[in-house]
């Protein structure tokens, strides 16, 4: 048995830089028709000449014609309507960290101030610029996403023709607001389809399993699980595939983040096959992210066949996740 | 500034076996009068000679005339009243753990049946046996102490003379069924008394703070703080210390337990000096348990002087917890 995909996207990807970049940007290139690549290297990718650098590098890792990197930029409060007219061509998105919530989020914005910048958020509607949000709080782990909801709705009802993508949704009040504004978009992770929080801390404490937003809850999971079975339109996948060297997973200080891109397609594939869904599975993986960003996606077929893959224990230096696990699908090498 | 401490008890504390016995009694010994020894070795002690044989294991390992390890057992469904007779002057308590939930906890209860097992505690009534309990169920991780307090309820209703010990209580739930019912009695420890859930997977990852029932919000640390520093005397003191290997923690399937032996009284002391309550902290670590358990601790003085105390990174192969902070007081040698 045999599934071909049509130009799977990847629409939210960390590449890292040098060796981790060569390392994993072949993993993502040979999978995927595009994707699109977070700013939060160290320092942040916030200039015309940051982006077309960082691309360069990226396309001279993957070396594959067939797969392009879109890119985003660092939110910051020096964004004006001049300097995003002339970023336009080279991004898809402006994306915002509140500060401190992820790896290399420390540049990011301390709070939504619209008297402060509401300007900036006028200059993308204006340009249909899309905003990419990490929408966290730093309040108490459990709450940072519930939290920031408010955010999202004040942004949403202030600027309607701004299209705002909620990246990574974990929890069902997140899947409440999104269905509330038609401008309000969401992105969903594998990991997060696939483990609760007790596979984090529940029984041994797994490091693999430890991302940020951090998992939640089953029903939490049940109900994103049946958002992207129906492949929703206001839905896209995305990996955020975030490679962490093994030792700084498994230290006294491990950074959070799960290494999903090799793995994403035969996971998919086996649990939208689990589900009798594998008809909605080019739309939450490609169709949906084509009409959200009004872009069409190059053609680039993937065939996946019904064979055991064992997801191996590494990948160069990094773990996967899931590693050692056996899955019923493998991309047709 | 010095203070004495008379008599300082550790009502809830892991040693192990072998090397890190030996490794961690003399640290134990060397700062409490006694502690009740949880019985959680793999395999678990469950005879009077298990009990006789690991007792003497620890005196030898500790050398110390002045430390008296209690003794406990493991809970199991062939326990009666016969045994329980032979069983009472080597042991403390019995100690009940459901199955599955902690280190070695396997052999553990898979649930409450009083009609098959209410014997047994009807014998502990009558033999005037406190029963010991770490109070969780298998649910979501964040649910299981509060999803366990129905079982306390039945037992504390059903066996009004039976002294129920509700172990390492963390959170506010907890606190109010303590205080419905005459015969529960419960612990804390320094770590739920210092960290909340944010300090395990709030930022990075940190497994040293990593443990069993995990750490809850701010909220409840505050509540269970609010109790320790009155000393409240349904409430005692215990660790709950639980050494694990350095490698054990760090870990791609890390260990709970985090290694506070050697660190409670400098840390208890200046966190009742923070609050003005030092007057208190004797009846938190020592008479609050005297009482509870109807004994008197042998005498011994502990001696702590307002003088810098830098935690080490290790004790043998074990991090503790806190590694690297300085503590404002300090145990005279």
């Avoid at 993508?165 to 509330?180: A, V």
């Avoid at 891109?261 to 490609?286: C, D, G, Q, R």
Wanted: hydrophobic content about 45%; proline content about 5%; charged content about 25%.
């Amino acid at each position: 048995m045999q599934i071909t995909l049509n130009s799977p996207l990847d629409m939210h990807l960390h590449l890292r830089d040098g060796e981790m970049l060569k390392l994993v940007a072949p993993l993502s290139a040979k999978y995927f028709s595009w994707a699109l690549v977070m700013p939060n290297l160290s320092p942040s990718i916030k200039t015309k000449e940051d982006i077309i650098a960082y691309k360069t590098r990226i396309l001279e890792a993957t070396k594959w014609e067939q797969f392009i990197p879109y890119m985003s930029v660092f939110f910051q409060k020096n964004l004006n309507y001049e300097i995003l007219k002339e970023l336009k061509n080279e991004i898809l998105v402006v994306k915002m960290y509140p500060d401190g919530v992820t790896t290399n989020s420390s540049w990011g914005v301390k709070s939504i101030d619209l008297w402060e910048i509401g300007h900036i958020f006028e200059a993308m509607q204006k340009l249909e610029i899309p905003l990419s949000i990490h929408g966290e709080t730093n309040d108490f782990i459990l709450d940072r996403e519930k939290n920031f909801l408010p955010t999202y709705e004040l942004l949403a009802s202030t600027y309607p023709k701004l299209k705002i993508i909620m990246e990574h949704i974990t929890n069902k009040e997140s899947i409440s607001l999104l269905k509330k504004y038609d401008n309000l978009f969401a992105t969903i992770t594998l990991h997060h389809l696939s483990i609760t929080l007790d596979d984090v801390i529940g029984w041994m404490l797994c490091p693999h399993n430890f991302c940020k937003p951090i998992a939640k809850t089953e029903s939490d999971r049940q109900a994103l699980l049946a958002l992207a079975l129906e492949a929703d339109e206001k839905i896209m996948f995305w990996s955020d595939s975030a490679p962490h060297p093994k030792e700084k997973k498994e230290s006294w200080n491990g950074s959070a983040g799960v290494f999903t891109a090799p793995i994403i397609l035969p996971m998919l594939v086996e649990l939208f096959e689990k589900h009798n869904k594998l008809e909605n599975l080019e739309k939450f993986i490609s169709k949906n992210a084509q009409k959200i960003y009004g872009i069409q996606a190059v053609k680039k077929e993937i065939i996946l066949e019904k064979k055991d893959f064992l997801i191996p224990d590494m990948y160069g230096n990094v773990v996967p996740f899931f590693a050692g696990k056996i899955i019923s699908w493998s991309v047709k090498e």
